[in-house]
């Protein structure tokens, strides 16, 4: 793509001038929770060292300490120049921190953001000075099951299928420096119906300006497909832009797995001829709806070969290493014979959702979950969610919002109006933002109001899973228990309403070797009995008429966790041909 800078957090919004402040910071703990008592953001001096955006339980952070700490503290010396502050403001830039992060400009306040998985900015124009300058960050974490932790452990030691804890910053931190008045974000969404893209912008405008032009050009590889200008009236601007061209065949390239194309979009902010801000960026032509129990995309049904990807590595934890290591992710993937994947509690590095448009994966986004219900729950659940779906909206790839899984933050939500209220209502919140894509309320079970009707069967006999779904689509589909000792598919006073049919989950095959870990059900002695008893699953759910879908699990080993097609550090365990064979036959 055009914008495409290597690294760059943000890759549908691109600018030219920034820098990236991931590397050695100064780093401290404090588990008596007196820093800012005793004014440790005014002066700061640690002899412990940090390699940000790795938190301290990792690695790669050169710390790996994997005990709970709940307040601990950053310092970083950044440089700026008299001549880029000039008539700029400067943007210190936060794509990831866990939980609460609190930030200090040469003792000075700059702002506090509270979620672990949204990103989130402050402006320290007015906090900085030429040359070196001061930032310190406090960030505070504990074990709250009120608060959305995704898979991340609320005990001492790992259990189940959660994991060590990710405390403070763990995606990447930047700074840059923007025009005084600017773009400050912009909303595109495909029309394919009409051949044509909705634009919403928001502007930050400092300063006053007689008249602002917004000059929008639209690109496909080294062909201009549709040039617009248009008027900024108090800060916001709108428009519709035609993306038809003769120079295609059919007149658009729309966006699939089988052919990811992708038009390059450039926004010039001007004032009286002179160009204030210039931001590239892109978009694909693709339309998701539902007809008749199935999902189509781009008018075609799609059967979805998903995968359930929770984004861990061995020693960095939910931080990629590399972007290298999100593409490996991507085309293994791919050589598994995957169209798409879940990506299971935690909200990827945005560079991840670029290559997946940029390479044709189709994504679930999901939510990271809480584990009690509460009033203050419903609030950090409710504003970072959004703050998610706003920030990643514009991703071709995403198909799929998946607030809530397996009832977890929601463990009444079969019987208790309450919760059962609070699942409709998140789901109308993001409906009346994203009107196109479809939103799973809940993945697994215990259904209220959802899109699609998603179950998770671990079943490890193919000929048992045939014959419980093969006839009994309406005894699983209602609040009967849908087999042996799990939960019901639809929450009471709920009903089926002839919603596609994913099972979300499934699989889990873990080898019986002498690596502790777990898998589901029964573990395999060799790799000819994991091809078989994944055959045998895989085949069977294919054959039942009304599943338009299925999802894996899992790619990867997570700490105790060993049910990966691949090891933690990506290695095959099985031959991924055998396994594309069975996922595409």
């Given at each position: ?442 993945d697994g079970w215990e259904h209220t109001i959802s899109d699609i009707i998603t ?45 596609p049919i994913i099972i979300s989950e499934y699989g889990g095959i873990a080898f ?18 994991f091809i078989r008893r994944f055959d045998s699953i895989t085949t069977a759910m ?44």
């Amino acid at each position: 793509m055009r914008g495409y800078r290597k690294d760059y957090p943000r890759p549908q919004f691109v600018r030219d001038s920034w820098e990236n402040l991931n590397g050695t910071w100064d780093f401290a703990f404090d588990d008596n929770n007196c820093g800012e008592q005793e004014k440790w953001y005014a002066d700061f001096r640690a002899e412990r060292k940090i390699q940000v955006p790795f938190t301290y339980e990792t690695k790669l952070s050169g710390i790996g300490e994997e005990s709970k700490h709940e307040n601990v503290w950053y310092k970083k010396v950044i440089t700026v120049d008299a001549k880029d502050l000039a008539n700029n403001s400067l943007l210190l830039h936060f794509e990831g921190s866990d939980y609460t992060t609190k930030v200090w400009v040469n003792g000075s306040f700059a702002g506090v953001h509270t979620g672990g998985y949204s990103r989130f900015s402050f402006d320290i124009t007015n906090l900085v000075i030429p040359g070196e300058n001061s930032v310190v960050v406090k960030a505070e974490d504990s074990y709250d099951r009120q608060q959305p932790r995704g898979k991340q452990r609320w005990k001492s030691d790992n259990f189940g299928c959660w994991y060590v804890q990710t405390t403070g910053i763990w995606k990447t931190v930047w700074m840059e420096y923007v025009p005084s008045v600017s773009l400050s974000g912009v909303k595109m969404t495909p029309v394919l119906s009409e051949g044509a893209l909705d634009l919403e912008f928001d502007l930050n405008i400092r300063d006053c300006r007689p008249e602002l032009l917004l000059e929008i050009t639209i690109f496909y590889k080294e062909d201009n497909i549709n040039k617009a200008m248009l008027s900024v009236l108090d800060g916001r601007a709108a428009t519709r832009m035609n993306v038809y061209s003769n120079v295609f065949e059919w007149g658009i390239k729309t966006w699939s797995p089988e052919h990811p194309d992708l038009y390059d979009i450039r926004f010039r902010l001007l004032s009286d001829g002179e160009v204030l801000d210039t931001v590239e960026s892109y978009f694909g032509m693709r339309e998701i709806r539902i007809e008749n129990s199935n999902i189509l995309l781009n008018g075609v049904p799609i059967y979805q070969r998903l995968i359930l990807d929770q984004g861990y590595w061995k020693d960095s934890h939910l931080t990629p290493p590399s972007e290298e290591a999100l593409i490996e992710d991507i085309d293994k993937i791919h050589r598994l014979g995957y169209n798409g994947l879940r990506k299971h509690q935690k909200t990827e590095d945005e560079r991840f959702l670029y290559w997946c448009d940029v390479k044709g994966m189709l994504v679930w986004s999901e939510m990271a979950s809480g584990y009690q219900f509460s009033d203050y729950a419903i609030e950090q659940f409710t504003k970072e969610w959004m703050d998610i779906v706003k920030q990643n909206y514009n991703h071709p790839c995403i198909i799929t919002w998946t607030p809530f899984n397996e009832s977890w933050g929601i463990p009444q939500v079969e019987v208790n109006p309450e919760q059962q209220h609070f699942t409709e209502a998140i789901y109308y919140l993001t409906k009346s933002f994203d009107k196109n894509r479809l939103v799973i309320v809940n993945d697994g079970w215990e259904h209220t109001i959802s899109d699609i009707i998603t179950l998770h069967d671990y079943e490890e006999a193919g000929e048992i899973f045939y014959d419980r779904y093969r006839n009994n689509k309406e005894a699983i589909l209602s609040t009967e228990i849908y087999h042996s000792g799990s939960k019901s598919a639809m929450a009471n006073g709920y009903e089926y309403k002839g919603q596609p049919i994913i099972i979300s989950e499934y699989g889990g095959i873990a080898f019986n070797n002498s690596e502790s870990g777990w898998g589901y059900g029964n573990k395999v002695n060799t790799e000819e009995d994991f091809i078989r008893r994944f055959d045998s699953i895989t085949t069977a759910m294919k054959k039942i008429p009304y599943i338009c879908g299925f999802c894996y699990t899992q790619v990867s080993d997570v700490q105790q966790e060993i049910n990966g097609l691949m090891d933690i550090d990506r290695n095959f365990k099985v031959n991924p041909e055998e396994i594309r064979k069975i996922n595409l036959k």
